[in-house]
């Protein structure tokens, strides 16, 4: 591991042109499906990149409609990033050509270097220098490749094309980050990088790091990580960073199986990368176990403001959903507050005199969108709540769809116009209902995470224009008690420089 | 409480009657959208209930096309079941009119009684006596309703609708359930019965497990419980009925937070029902922490043969996957052996020379359908592994839907006849997959859990027809793992009944 070599050029390597690149080149582009460089070359004109885009091969002329050239040499103007599929044997003398060229940044998505045997560490260890020697950032190889919504440049092997955001993620498996991907597009996540950082030959996650802390389009930083070369290093920088971007770390390898697997995977040793999670505590960093739960941390963290405390309100439509998520809570270190006569006062106004007349409020399926609108409210403006947990007012629409569905099956003399009212009307109650939420926590600056009634595709995440926060629903209590939790430790980190015990 | 009462007039009960009703009468049924009477009737006419509907409504002639009639006494022919929704004040007339018509069973969905106050206790305590006195079944009241899909009955305000099956699901919330039975639907779940048993004023979930117990169509039985009265008698019948039909309960009110929003929900006294975590599982029952993990082991249970221990062989499209895989694994109690050389050998000649040359199996991204069936086959055969994990062979083709819509917009000269090629072979790739990984598994008797590629809205379990068991495709590796010890820590329990330390 050369940390030390990479570190020190860190600073003087071009990653600004090879992360918002005006102008790209795929050598290997190909005109046959399925081949990487087909794979890339066309997420790249599909995502609608708008830079320029160059296809090199030396056996085809026109390839997706657009004139192909022999040599990177041959093509007029400047290319920022150069994406390489080509056979590893070739590699070197590709690279000495973009080199001559003046490209600033290499994807090199060929594999058969360090991964595979002593032969390709050689070669490896010779892209790196050619590389080093032409002022050119590397990454891979061995890479999925690099998705970076701000340009609108989406160039991995998963058509996944997420929107564009303020959470980078660095995922030493591609396979596993393009996976992620896909689910943060499908749930609405707004992306500023997804790179696979591959074999990570010249630039390790240390350096992606470090360039984040800097990226003005970064606020949330995830990491899956197998290996971290020198821990005492990423420790010292994840700390520093943290502090500014949050860092959400999946640490692949923590177990004697996981490790065998990341031995052969990624070729790590755990000796050598073996941070414990008590070591990530005490540097700040959220650590995840399991995948899905980077993306529900990367969602809280960027749409919501953070708690100051961990006193949680639970506003509900119906009482088993609230046992549950007050289980949750306790149980994760959260506190669910007895409410204030007042306060149960003002909300009882609005609910029949059988209510749970406590935390959680229970709106006993209310109607009214005043209702839980006031319930919101009214926990968030006391001083003895630090976030609200509400579960069950968006995704309504959804069983009320079934039930005109229903209505309409069930009886061909349905009114079917004021069927079509109840439907409209309900769908803009979930409307309104989101924008006086965000309008909410602007005014008290506290949380409201909400929980979905009914598992839809319309993702996790609901955008108001013109809001600082996001309108947030996960699709089940227990994800938003956990991710309440760990931004309640975050929180505790920043202000007392320990993390909240969970 | 009055368990001793209802439990030794459980047998003489016409359970089999109201599980399985020839006819139904809605007793408040109203034209009005959004009134219970409406949404009950709708859903029932809609979800095609194959027995007789009949209306009840002193002041209607006609709903959804159907006679409406004064009393039920009116109805010609004999009432299986009735639903009742008029008002708190004159269900005991509704009842006592229920009983001289010769009514079975009874399911009362109005509130107001004692979960709402002393005299709504004393009303309860009224309408037990009557049923009881006709000798009929009474759920609830308080109930959000029944679905009994072998009967093709959906009888809840939530319109969802899911298959018939054999999972049975009891809920001391409706909400909960009615949410979990809306995912259940999404995820293809076969369902015997669900019934939000409401205030459990007559039956308690102890009479509806010994019910179970003996019905044909449930092989594995669903509790969310807040409290259940004589807990000793409730441990002691879960014991005896989990070693024939596994039982996965989740607890609500673990908590002092969750205990107190249970006193104010179900009117729970924490001290009563407080069955420890410990004492769930030596009566050998799984018990969930989150909603959604009930639904996560009733997929494993009804869809695939019980692993006979905890060594687990893990096929994966991708690195990074198998390392988190593998860790959950260990984390979770399993083990992930080590691959004689003979099985190496084998698959090692469908796989690039730098495979993974272990367990996790890495495939290496390879497209040809044989390697991930010998792969597995190979795992399955071998006696030193009990279950497969295999990560990512279908939800591929998802993958490959989207890169053949890149093509297509990318090119417009793109050979439209090929990429219609591809789609077909691909789509075709995955159905024989699942075929093949269904007879393995009876061949075997081994479970093969799998994890799709990309989340789908295809729903978590594949039949195949005439297979014994089904292709099951969770969203996420910790699913799998998850489900998979608990499997084997509930077979540990049948084999040494204790349960395996997770």
């Known amino acids: 591991m050369e940390i030390s070599q990479s570190q020190t050029e860190f600073q003087g390597l071009p990653f600004k042109s090879a992360?918002?690149?005006?102008?790209?080149?795929?050598?290997?582009?190909?005109?046959?499906?399925?081949?990487?460089?087909?794979?890339?070359?066309?997420n790249i004109l599909?995502?609608?990149?708008?830079?320029?885009?160059?296809?090199?091969?030396?056996?085809?002329?026109?390839?997706?409609?657009?004139?192909?050239?022999?040599?990177?040499?041959?093509?007029?103007?400047?290319?920022?990033?150069?994406?390489?599929t080509i056979p590893a044997g070739k590699v070197a003398a590709a690279l000495e050509q973009c080199g001559r060229k003046g490209v600033k940044g290499i994807v090199l998505i060929t594999s058969g270097f360090s991964e595979a045997d002593d032969e390709g560490r050689r070669l490896e260890e010779r892209i790196v220098k050619i590389c080093r020697q032409w002022n050119m950032l590397l990454i891979g190889p061995n890479t999925m490749g690099v998705i970076l919504p701000h340009s609108k440049l989406f160039a991995t092997a998963t058509h996944a094309r997420p929107r564009k955001g303020s959470v980078a993620f660095i995922s030493q498996s591609?396979?596993?980050?393009?996976?992620?991907?896909?689910?943060?597009?499908?749930?609405?996540?707004?992306?500023?990088?997804?790179?696979?950082?591959?074999?990570?030959?010249?630039?390790?996650?240390?350096?992606?790091?470090?360039?984040?802390?800097?990226?003005?389009?970064t606020r949330t930083i995830l990491l899956y990580i197998e290996s971290v070369g020198d821990g005492r290093k990423f420790l010292e920088a994840a700390r520093r960073i943290n502090r500014k971007k949050p860092i959400i770390v999946l640490k692949g390898g923590r177990t004697e199986a996981g490790n065998n697997a990341a031995a052969s995977h990624t070729g790590s040793l755990g000796g050598e990368a073996n941070i414990t999670e008590a070591a990530f505590r005490q540097a700040g960093i959220l650590t995840s176990k399991v995948p899905s739960e980077l993306l529900d941390f990367s969602i809280g963290f960027s749409c919501l403001p953070l708690p100051r405390g961990n006193r949680v309100g639970i506003v509900t439509l119906g009482g088993g959903w609230g046992v549950v998520t007050a289980d949750g809570c306790n149980e994760k270190g959260l506190v669910v507050p007895r409410l204030p006569e007042h306060i149960i006062a003002t909300i009882g106004k609005y609910l029949p005199s059988f209510w749970s007349r406590g935390n959680?409020?229970?709106?006993?399926?209310?109607?009214?969108?005043?209702?839980?609108?006031?319930?919101?409210?009214?926990?968030?403006?006391?001083?003895?709540?630090?976030?609200?947990?509400?579960?069950?007012?968006?995704?309504?629409h959804e069983l009320v769809r079934l039930m005109i569905d229903s209505a309409r099956r069930s009886d061909e003399r349905a009114d079917s116009k004021f069927l079509n009212q109840v439907e409209s009307i309900s769908s803009g109650f979930e409307n309104d209902y989101i924008e006086r939420v965000t309008e909410l926590m602007e005014k008290y600056e506290k949380p409201v995470i909400g929980v979905s009634l009914a598992r839809s595709d319309k993702g996790t995440i609901s955008r108001v224009e013109g809001k600082r926060y996001k309108g947030v629903f996960y699709q089940t209590p227990e994800d938003a008690v956990n991710v309440l939790a760990g931004m309640v430790g975050y929180n505790s980190f920043l202000r007392k420089r320990s993390f909240y015990p969970l």
């Open 360 to 396: 959680p409020v229970d709106l006993v399926g209310t109607r009214d969108i005043e209702v839980p609108v006031v319930a919101v409210e009214e926990l968030l403006k006391w001083e003895g709540i630090d976030a609200v947990i509400c579960l069950g007012i968006v995704g309504r």
């Open 19 to 42: 992360f918002r690149p005006e102008s790209v080149a795929v050598i290997g582009a190909s005109p046959t499906f399925l081949k990487w460089g087909h794979m890339i070359l066309t």
């Open 46 to 84: 599909a995502g609608g990149y708008e830079g320029r885009v160059f296809p090199v091969n030396q056996k085809e002329d026109l390839i997706c409609g657009l004139s192909v050239y022999k040599e990177i040499g041959d093509i007029p103007g400047a290319v920022d990033l150069a994406f390489i």
């Open 174 to 217: 591609g396979n596993l980050g393009n996976q992620l991907i896909l689910w943060a597009q499908q749930q609405g996540i707004g992306i500023s990088a997804f790179v696979g950082s591959g074999n990570e030959a010249m630039i390790n996650c240390i350096d992606y790091l470090e360039y984040l802390e800097k990226d003005p389009y």
